[in-house]
């Protein structure tokens, strides 16, 4: 992490983004090319999570798991995906 950031409500830490280029030669090549390819998730989530590339895998494996599979429309996964967000304004 790197710099601190002060806002009205909380104080965050502003986390580095890494090269993509650069996190292709690592085990999360296919994981990236993948996300590229289905546009989604967003190549931030491995900009930022490729600082833990054990985390980062676990991580898209999961939400793969959730955003592709059960009974729910995918449309209604991604409004609730964005009211959550918004609920904690979060602008990601």
Known sequence: MSIWFLSEEFIMPNISLLDLDDLEKTQLKPFIKKALRNRAPD???HAIMGHNP???KSMYI???TV???GNIDHKLKEIIRVQLSRSV????
């Open 62 to 64: 999961a939400w793969g």
């Open 54 to 56: 054990e985390l980062c």
């Open 89 to 92: 304004n979060c602008n990601y």
């Open 67 to 69: 955003f592709q599979t």
């Open 43 to 45: 190549p931030a989530f």
